[in-house]
Structure formats: C-alpha cells, structure tokens
C-alpha cells in the first residue's frame, strides 16, 4: 500500500474554514447522494412501480434476480475494487450500467423479449456492487464520528429525493393511463437521462486521501492498496463475527422490496397511482432518515446509548408496521386480487393501503440507515469501511436475488409477509448485541486510521 506523506498531510490541514470547500466530507457527502439521486434512485423508482413498469413482472423479476445475483458477489468484492481503483474509476464503471438496465426496459416495450432486460440486469448487478462499495466508504468514513448518523441521513434524503423525482416521471407522463398498461417509451427515457447525468458526475467525487475534515484530519492517508491484500482481507471477513452479526440484517434489508413493490403497489393500485405512491414511499424514507439520524446522533451522550436506542425505536416501529400489512394481507392473495385503486376515484378505500405504503418506505429507510450507523461506528477508515460495506451489500443482494424469485414462483403472499417480518425481527437483538461488544462511547474503541508516523519500513504499525 502506498501513504500520503507528511508534507501533503500538513498542506491539506491548512484550508479547513468552511464546510463549503470542495474537500469537505458535507460537500463530497453531498456529491455522492446526488450521484445516487440520478442512478438507483431513479432505479428504485422504476422498479417502485412493479414489474419495472411492465404489466406483467415476469421479465423484471427474472432480470432482478440476475442482477442480485451478480451484485451479491460484486457487493462483497467492492470494497476490494474501491480501495485498488479509486472512487471516480470505480464509480463511473458502476453508474454506467444503469443506464444500460433502464434501455432494456425501453427495448423490452417493442420486443418484449426479455433477454437483453435479464442480461442487463446481469450487467448491473456488477456496476451496483462497485457503486454501493463506493458511496459506502464515503458515507461511513468521510463524516466526523460524531456526526455519521447525520451525514447519513444528509445522504439518504438526497439519494431518495431521486426516487420522487423518478417516481413524477412515471405518474405525469402515464397520468391518462388509468387502465392496466406499461409505462411508455419516455419514462423510460427520462430515466436513462438521469443516470447518464449521474455517470458524469461520479467524475467530481474525490480520493479519500484528499478530503479533509473541519479538525484538519484527513479521511484516511492510504493512496492504494492491491489485489493480494484486498483478496486476503475480504476472505477474513467470511470469519469476522462483527460481519457475522450483521448478516441477518443485511440478508433481510432487500429481501422485502419484490414484496413491497409487486405485491403491494403492484397488486393494490393502478399504473398512474403507483407512480404518486411512489412519490410518497422515496419522500417517507427522507422523513424516516432524518429522524434515526438525529436519534442516532443526540438523543444521548453515550454513542452505545443512542445506537441502542435507535435500534429500539426501530423495532417498534417495524413491528407496528409489519402488523399493519398483516391486516391488509390477509384480504387478498394471488388467485383473489382486489379491485385496483386508483388516488382520484377511489375515495376513502385509497387511503389505507397508500399508507401502509408509505409506511413501508418509512421504515426502509430508518433500518438500513441503523444499520450503515452500527457499520460506521466499526471502523473510521474508508478502507476498513469499505470492505465491511461491501460484505453488507453482497449479503444484502444475495438475499434479494432469492427475494425475487420467491416472487416469481408465485410464493403465497401471506408467507412473503410472515418471512420479510421475521427477518426484519431476528435482525434487531443481533444488532444490540453488536452495539454492546463492538460500539465505544469514545474514538478509543474504534478502529483508527493508519498514521503514516506510526509506521516502520515495511509498512507495520510499530
């Protein structure tokens, strides 16, 4: 590995006044959620919609499940990527693959042959795993460590704020559409704009090295590292019990989406009401994330404190919200499908299930952004972080990949609920409990940056 020296340690402490600077860890936070905003948020608008828009999800489910399965062993071989090639390389490669999912679906619309949609999923599922090992070092090591809970939620909102956006495109441009039919050719469109947009700007993020926090302290003084030592340190975590523990969470934070997407504003609602219900589930989890931010930050002194409390909110709340789609659930199945309800003519029996949808976003957001604080807390380097997140986001997609094809085998949909809730649950003690042995109250337990002085000739911490 290579290390920043001295002289270019003390040249980046000297301008460190404003939060605006371009080196800052808020303005580079800032950059990586608007990269975000234009490529998965527009993705996670496409495919709020159920079936990527398609009235029949059969192509997209297939091409979800090609795409988890690739992003399940890209995930975990991310982080290992980000720390050899850099941010902007890294970032690049990955936003271009959206572009590239979203005009599948464009070609899908004439040929409706889903090949190139399985094939393009496929494709993505790579770029995904660079991407997100990417904007999760960022996330998780850029911000002071008293303030990640924050700056997470700073990310969050920008990043969902994408799904909104995405999720007007959809109800404006098919707004006439009340019966059953596939989104048109320029929603489709429309989004391959965005992420091509958010393609170009990954070209703005900064090396880890080069950011500087308001204290004069950069991010980490790593240059790079190689493939030897990152294939060595990403087998270690397969046996690392931090990551065993976050495993379950990990496994269950995608597993809900083909449930949620398909299933709730898929089945419940017609095409031009699930792309506003969309608005409203990409808004909730801004809303959902501002709140365990600020939880996670200052609701108490102690970190471990605002960590366990955190968790505990979030499971109440998780279990409030699973017991409500319990109730709706059990009025319906895959042979017995409601009426489809539309915002305008359907009156009040609208407004039950667009808030269960909503709520459904809300929590989203509050887990995963629990769980990124608790990896956060780990660590505070962006290597170290992002190999951890990249284990987080294989994980995560193999668990999706299976997710998307219990859907497609038409699993009955009161035990998708039953398992995305027990997952969901399963996932807090173990959370605590890593809380409990891993999550100091001060920097001293956590795994510092690498100090080029401590170092001897042969690059071992003396």
């Known amino acids: 590995m290579g290390f920043e020296g001295d002289e270019e340690s003390a040249a980046n402490q000297v301008s460190t006044k404003s939060r605006f600077r371009y080196n800052s860890p808020l303005v580079q936070v800032t950059l990586i959620g608007l990269v975000c905003f234009c490529c998965p948020g527009m993705f996670n608008a496409l495919s709020g919609m159920g079936g990527g828009g398609q009235v029949n999800p059969t192509a997209a489910n297939n091409a979800n499940t090609a795409l988890y399965t690739t992003f399940a062993i890209f995930g975990i071989l991310g982080g290992g990527i980000y720390n050899i090639l850099g941010p902007r390389l890294t970032?690049?490669?990955?936003?271009?693959?959206?572009?590239?999912?979203?005009?599948?679906?464009?070609?899908?619309?004439?040929?409706?042959?889903?090949?190139?949609?399985?094939?393009?999923?496929?494709?993505l599922g790579i770029g995904a795993g660079f991407l997100w090992a990417g904007e999760g070092a960022i996330m998780t090591s850029y911000p002071p460590p008293r303030r990640k809970g924050t700056y997470i939620s700073l990310f969050w909102s920008i990043f969902n704020m994408g799904g909104?956006?995405?999720?007007?495109?959809?109800?404006?441009?098919?707004?006439?559409?009340?019966?059953?039919?596939?989104?048109?050719?320029?929603?489709?469109?429309?989004?391959?704009?965005?992420m091509m947009a958010g393609t170009l700007?990954?070209?703005?993020?900064?090396?880890?090295?080069?950011?500087?926090?308001?204290?004069?302290?950069?991010?980490?003084?790593?240059?790079?590292?190689?493939?030897?030592?990152?294939?060595?340190?990403?087998?270690?975590?397969?046996?690392n019990w931090k990551m065993l523990l976050i495993a379950p969470a990990a496994w269950a934070s995608n597993f809900f989406?083909?449930?949620?997407?398909?299933?709730?504003?898929?089945?419940?609602?017609?095409?031009?009401?699930?792309?506003?219900?969309?608005?409203?589930?990409?808004?909730a989890q801004m809303v959902g994330s501002i709140g365990i931010g600020y939880?996670?930050?200052?609701?108490?002194?102690?970190?471990?404190?605002?960590?366990?409390?955190?968790?505990?909110?979030?499971?109440?709340?998780?279990t409030a919200i699973w017991a409500g789609g319990l109730a709706k659930q059990v009025g319906y199945k895959h042979n017995d499908?409601?009426?489809?309800?539309?915002?305008?003519?359907?009156?009040?029996?609208?407004?039950?299930?667009?808030?269960?949808?909503?709520?459904?976003?809300?929590?989203?957001?509050?887990?995963?952004?629990?769980?990124?604080?608790?990896?956060?807390?780990?660590?505070?380097?962006?290597?170290?972080?992002?190999?951890?997140?990249?284990?987080?986001?294989?994980?995560?997609?193999?668990?999706?990949?299976?997710?998307?094809?219990?859907?497609?085998?038409?699993?009955?949909?009161?035990?998708q609920l039953i398992v995305n809730w027990s997952l969901t649950t399963v996932s807090y003690p173990l959370l605590a409990i890593l809380v409990m042995l891993a999550v100091k109250d001060d920097q001293k337990g956590e795994e510092p940056s690498i100090n080029p002085a401590s170092m001897d000739n042969n690059n071992k911490p003396v």
């Open 91 to 123: 970032l690049a490669a990955g936003c271009s693959t959206y572009v590239l999912y979203a005009g599948s679906f464009l070609y899908y619309n004439h040929k409706q042959h889903q090949s190139f949609a399985i094939v393009a999923g496929a494709v």
């Open 201 to 239: 700007l990954s070209l703005a993020i900064l090396p880890p090295s080069k950011v500087v926090r308001d204290d004069g302290t950069s991010c980490t003084h790593i240059k790079y590292s190689k493939v030897s030592t990152e294939a060595v340190e990403i087998g270690k975590l397969f046996f």
């Open 295 to 318: 939880i996670l930050d200052f609701s108490f002194q102690s970190r471990r404190k605002r960590g366990f409390f955190g968790i505990g909110i979030v499971a109440v709340l998780g």
């Open 164 to 194: 909104v956006i995405g999720g007007l495109i959809p109800f404006i441009l098919n707004y006439k559409r009340t019966e059953a039919a596939s989104v048109n050719d320029g929603t489709y469109i429309g989004f391959m704009c965005f």
């Open 257 to 283: 989406y083909s449930y949620q997407f398909n299933n709730v504003n898929g089945v419940l609602f017609n095409l031009r009401t699930r792309g506003l219900n969309n608005v409203f589930y990409w808004g």
């Open 337 to 415: 499908l409601p009426t489809k309800l539309d915002f305008k003519d359907s009156g009040s029996d609208f407004a039950g299930p667009f808030v269960l949808y909503f709520s459904y976003g809300l929590l989203d957001s509050m887990f995963q952004s629990m769980v990124y604080w608790v990896i956060g807390a780990l660590a505070d380097d962006s290597e170290i972080l992002s190999r951890y997140v990249g284990f987080y986001k294989g994980v995560q997609s193999a668990g999706a990949a299976v997710a998307w094809q219990v859907d497609a085998h038409k699993v009955p949909l009161l035990t």
